[in-house]
């Protein structure tokens, strides 16, 4: 997640789309808790996602509005209050392999970020960076489970895009950070034999390839029930709330604090963001091996990071 300067003279128009790529990183990921698939056996899952946001949460954890200068490459162009809005579709599987291993793949196949000021409209589209993992189960027994999952994020999306918008200065909106990450999660979920309720929470920690930031510690937590009911179709009913988030290792250092004043673009950002947000949601067996599923996303705080709302629908097919 570099924050160089580049040639639009923004750096923190930059910042703010890494930021926004962070929340919807969290939303789109679907980490099935720490069981893993039978042998050869998979699950597909497609989605479709909006995250919507006026603010951000500055470095001291208040809300900021979003604000784009009209010209980045003039000092003395006032800030404006911006919208940001990000589309994406997103392709999420599961692979089991033998020795209770599974491989899991996250492939944001479309993105489209949006950002509108009362002074003109600019957009990227094009995929967003992979991620790709290897979970192990090591420890199974009726009344817990637990694995580790290896993760390597992979920059397939553009670090350099730029919107532009009729004869106005270009805009960067990057659609992937351009660095490869690698994270190690530690994942329990338990069950209970009386009643359908599972609860599931992962910790890990990130290793974050930045030119200015810090690693951070991704972490989640799930409860959920299950209503049952005959026959095959809408065969069951699961509603479910989530918390995830990051915490950063690191603090805002005396360049970015520069920067920040100078720039005057996203009041308080820096590439240490932390986040805590919540999603409730709800699954539904459609048929036999489909199911549908929607969850709605809300930040409730952070720091250097946006601040606020989304919704995710998607199918899934269990085989």
């Known amino acids: 997640m570099s924050t160089r300067l580049n040639s639009t003279g923004s750096a923190f128009s930059r910042c ?10 969290l ?15 998979f699950m597909v899952m497609t989605s479709v996602g909006l995250f919507n946001s006026d603010k951000n949460y500055n470095r001291f954890g208040d ?3 979003n604000a784009l200068r009209e ?11 911006a919208n940001y809005k990000q589309y994406d579709g997103t392709l999420y599987m599961e692979y089991g392999l033998p020795y209770d ?5 996250s492939f944001p196949f479309y993105t489209r970020n949006t950002l509108s000021a009362d002074f003109g409209s600019f957009s990227t589209e094009g995929i967003s960076d992979m991620t790709v993992g290897l979970k192990a189960l090591w420890f199974w027994r009726e009344w817990f489970l637990s694995s580790i999952l290896f993760e390597v994020g992979i920059p397939l999306g553009d670090d350099s ?16 950070d351009g660095e490869w990450d690698y994270a190690i999660r530690l994942i329990g979920s338990k ?13 890990g920690y990130r290793f974050r390839n930045i030119a200015r930031g810090s690693d951070d510690i991704p972490w989640t937590a799930e409860a959920g029930y299950s209503f049952y009911f005959p026959g095959k179709w809408f065969s069951f009913i699961t509603p479910f709330i989530n918390f995830s988030g990051m915490l950063s290792l690191g603090e805002v250092n005396d360049q970015d604090a520069l920067v920040l004043v100078l720039s005057q673009t996203l009041t308080g950002a820096s590439p240490n963001e932390e986040v805590i947000e919540f999603r409730p949601g709800v699954f539904v067996g459609i048929w036999d091996k489909l199911s549908f599923g929607v969850n709605y996303l809300q930040t409730l705080q952070g720091k250097n990071t946006g601040a606020g709302w989304g919704l995710r629908a998607g199918l899934m097919w269990q085989n």
């Open 16 to 25: 703010l789309f890494l930021f926004f790529l962070a929340i919807t990183f």
């Open 27 to 41: 939303s789109k990921d679907a980490y099935a808790g720490a069981w893993v698939q039978d042998p050869y056996n």
């Open 63 to 65: 809300e900021a509005s």
């Open 71 to 81: 010209n980045p490459d003039l000092a003395f162009s006032p800030p404006r209050p």
């Open 101 to 105: 291993l599974e491989i899991d793949i």
């Open 161 to 176: 895009a730029v919107g532009t918008s009729g004869t106005l200065a270009p805009q960067e909106m990057p659609i992937g």
């Open 191 to 203: 069950g209970f034999q009386t009643l359908p309720i599972y609860l599931t929470g992962d910790i």
